[in-house]
């Protein structure tokens, strides 16, 4: 790369921008647009979401040249724009202005705003998005890296073609190594009329016009479960069909019998062994029919059936890649696909497809790809389902533990013991630790109500050092907080296991 040339500028000319702007690189870009010449990087990503932009900032931090491909309005990736920003900004306006954590202290027909429109809920989220759209932006400009707006294809396996109907020519760029970051979309089973008004994928539901009285969500995933919980919060009559005998089995059993619970109250029917056959729209609404004859009729229908990945439009064939049916990428533990150069990271490589993961997926694939040592991704891994309430757990569930035969005892705490739960107005809360009966050593931290996917990560970094449940038991938390559960939870283990003693002696 040629040297640059750096001037200070007033913040008002580049408003989006860091204030030292390098005139090289934003005439090199013009030059571009209008020659149709190629440049060449080091490293050259594909989509600007969690995982792409954390390779793109890793690198530029390595001292590389980076260049990112992001389509029109589209800054920040799925997170940012339809994703995990948009719906979980959407969960926080829910439980605000329904008052939902209130109610246990005002009565149940309490709420902040009695009529609740959709521009309530999304003058919130549109704002949170043009925030963080901002700041994806000034990191990238701030760390160096050129940023082209397009789709991007490959042309050979280092050759990529960015095409924007805006220009008049489509710019060329040579990549020393590539990373696709492109995420998902949500899948659209075939023979589904998505009317983008009745029956509509979970980014569609960000544009409802006005809320519906009633609603059927296709899906009893970590977003079907998200988005009932929000609407059945709302007061919308919500029906969850789902094809499996249960949902997020991934997670500890009887805190998902509580979420349901707790759903269940909110008016929320489950539906489970159950496959939808045709949903048919009509002046009044929508009829979801079952293969098992039920019909639901329903003013909306949800469907939450999975992602596939974005890269119908990457010509990876060109690369020397594969896609699989989902349209995801295979990679190994390097993040790096069969083509050495290319690496994939995030949603589009499959499982466990969340930003937090995806963020270091990003970073490691960057030093991998030039030698950067490091250690890989941890083992702990935190999951977090933005339900209302919160469900989250980190480490070992009873069934894998009972699977491993590895002896284990368990300690609660209930919210509704804690002064925290109760000025907070949250008494079904609760917090289960997993422990070694052998080394008192902490398996598995699972917690469903307020503040679960915080709270989880004090479990995390015990378990992260090896630390033993007898440090939960004397440390000393602030008082009144939901922290205090994991001592009152570390107490209920140690008092079980010191009965289990006087029993064996």
Same mark, same amino acid.
Request: aromatic letters at 6%; a negative charge; hydrophobic letters at 40%.
């Given at each position: 790369?040629?040297?640059?040339?750096?001037?200070?500028?007033?913040?008002?000319?580049?408003?989006?921008?860091?204030?030292?702007?390098?005139?090289?690189?934003?005439?090199?870009?013009?030059?571009?647009?209008?020659?149709?010449?190629?440049?060449?990087?080091?490293?050259?990503?594909?989509?600007?979401?969690?995982?792409?932009?954390?390779?793109?900032?890793?690198?530029?931090?390595?001292?590389?040249?980076?260049?990112?491909?992001?389509?029109?309005?589209?800054?920040?990736?799925?997170?940012?724009? =339809?994703?995990?920003?948009?719906?979980?900004?959407?969960?926080?306006?829910?439980?605000?202005?329904?008052?939902? #954590?209130?109610?246990?202290?005002?009565? #149940?027909?309490?709420?902040?705003?009695?009529?609740? !429109?959709?521009?309530?809920?999304?003058?919130?989220?549109?704002?949170?998005?043009?925030?963080?759209?901002?700041?994806?932006?000034?990191?990238?400009?701030?760390?160096?890296?050129?940023?082209?707006?397009?789709?991007?294809?490959?042309?050979?396996?280092? !050759?990529?073609?960015?095409?924007?109907?805006?220009?008049?020519?489509?710019?060329?760029?040579?990549?020393?190594?590539?990373?696709?970051?492109?995420?998902?979309?949500?899948?659209?089973?075939?023979?589904?009329?998505?009317?983008?008004?009745?029956?509509?994928?979970?980014?569609?539901?960000?544009?409802?016009?006005?809320?519906?009285?009633?609603?059927?969500?296709?899906?009893?995933?970590?977003?079907?479960?998200?988005?009932?919980?929000?609407?059945?919060?709302?007061? !919308?009559?919500?029906?969850?069909?789902?094809?499996?005998?249960?949902?997020?089995?991934?997670?500890?059993?009887?805190?998902?019998?509580?979420?349901?619970?707790?759903?269940?109250?909110?008016?929320?029917?489950?539906?489970?062994?159950?496959?939808?056959?045709?949903?048919?729209?009509?002046?009044?609404? =929508?009829?979801?029919?079952?293969?098992?004859?039920?019909?639901?009729?329903?003013?909306?229908?949800?469907?939450?059936?999975?992602?596939?990945?974005?890269?119908?439009?990457?010509?990876?064939?060109?690369?020397?890649?594969?896609?699989?049916?989902?349209?995801?990428?295979?990679?190994?533990?390097?993040?790096?696909?069969?083509?050495?150069?290319?690496?994939?990271?995030?949603?589009?490589?499959?499982?466990?497809?969340?930003?937090? =993961?995806?963020?270091?997926?990003?970073?490691?694939?960057?030093?991998?790809?030039?030698?950067?040592?490091?250690?890989?991704?941890?083992?702990?891994?935190?999951?977090?389902?933005? #339900?209302?309430?919160?469900?989250?757990?980190?480490?070992?569930?009873?069934?894998?533990?009972?699977?491993?035969?590895?002896?284990?005892?368990?300690?609660?705490?209930?919210?509704?013991?804690?002064?925290?739960?109760?000025?907070?107005?949250?008494?079904?809360?609760?917090?289960?630790?997993?422990?070694?009966?052998?080394?008192? =050593?902490?398996?598995?931290?699972?917690?469903?109500?307020?503040?679960?996917?915080?709270?989880?990560?004090?479990?995390?970094?015990?378990?992260?050092?090896?630390?033993?449940?007898?440090?939960?038991?004397?440390?000393?938390?602030?008082?009144? !907080?939901?922290?205090?559960?994991?001592?009152?939870?570390?107490?209920?283990?140690?008092?079980?296991?010191?009965?289990?003693?006087?029993?064996? #002696?």
């Amino acid at each position: 790369m040629n040297s640059d040339l750096w001037i200070t500028v007033p913040r008002e000319v580049f408003p989006q921008s860091s204030p030292m702007i390098r005139l090289h690189d934003h005439a090199r870009r013009a030059n571009l647009a209008v020659m149709g010449s190629t440049q060449e990087f080091d490293l050259v990503v594909i989509g600007s979401g969690p995982g792409g932009q954390k390779a793109a900032i890793a690198a530029a931090k390595l001292g590389k040249s980076v260049a990112v491909i992001e389509r029109g309005r589209m800054l920040g990736g799925v997170c940012v724009n =339809t994703g995990t920003i948009p719906s979980k900004t959407l969960r926080e306006a829910v439980v605000y202005l329904t008052g939902m #954590s209130q109610r246990e202290l005002y009565g #149940s027909s309490y709420r902040v705003k009695e009529r609740i !429109t959709p521009a309530d809920l999304l003058r919130r989220t549109t704002h949170v998005i043009g925030r963080e759209q901002d700041v994806v932006r000034n990191q990238l400009l701030r760390n160096g890296v050129e940023l082209f707006e397009g789709h991007g294809r490959f042309l050979d396996p280092h !050759t990529l073609v960015i095409e924007d109907p805006t220009r008049d020519e489509n710019v060329n760029i040579r990549a020393r190594y590539v990373v696709i970051a492109t995420g998902t979309k949500p899948v659209r089973p075939a023979g589904v009329n998505f009317d983008e008004e009745r029956v509509l994928d979970s980014d569609g539901i960000l544009d409802l016009k006005s809320l519906p009285q009633s609603m059927v969500v296709v899906g009893a995933g970590v977003i079907g479960i998200e988005y009932a919980s929000m609407f059945a919060a709302l007061g !919308t009559k919500v029906t969850v069909i789902e094809k499996r005998p249960t949902m997020l089995d991934f997670c500890d059993s009887e805190i998902i019998e509580s979420l349901k619970f707790h759903l269940r109250d909110l008016a929320v029917t489950f539906r489970f062994g159950e496959e939808v056959t045709a949903v048919d729209v009509g002046p009044g609404g =929508t009829l979801t029919t079952l293969a098992s004859g039920k019909q639901i009729p329903a003013e909306t229908v949800m469907y939450s059936a999975g992602r596939q990945g974005q890269t119908e439009h990457l010509d990876v064939a060109q690369a020397g890649l594969e896609i699989d049916s989902r349209g995801r990428i295979f990679v190994d533990d390097n993040y790096q696909t069969k083509v050495d150069h290319i690496y994939a990271v995030g949603d589009v490589i499959g499982f466990p497809a969340l930003a937090a =993961t995806s963020m270091d997926q990003g970073r490691l694939a960057a030093y991998h790809a030039f030698g950067e040592p490091c250690k890989g991704m941890t083992d702990l891994q935190p999951i977090g389902i933005y #339900s209302i309430p919160e469900v989250s757990y980190v480490g070992a569930t009873e069934v894998d533990l009972t699977d491993s035969s590895v002896p284990y005892e368990v300690g609660v705490s209930r919210y509704r013991e804690l002064a925290r739960g109760q000025i907070a107005g949250d008494s079904y809360g609760m917090l289960k630790l997993l422990v070694s009966t052998e080394d008192l =050593t902490l398996l598995g931290v699972h917690i469903f109500g307020s503040n679960a996917t915080e709270l989880v990560h004090i479990g995390q970094a015990v378990m992260g050092c090896g630390g033993t449940v007898e440090y939960l038991v004397d440390a000393v938390f602030n008082y009144p !907080t939901f922290s205090e559960a994991y001592k009152v939870a570390a107490l209920d283990v140690m008092n079980k296991l010191r009965a289990l003693n006087q029993f064996r #002696s």
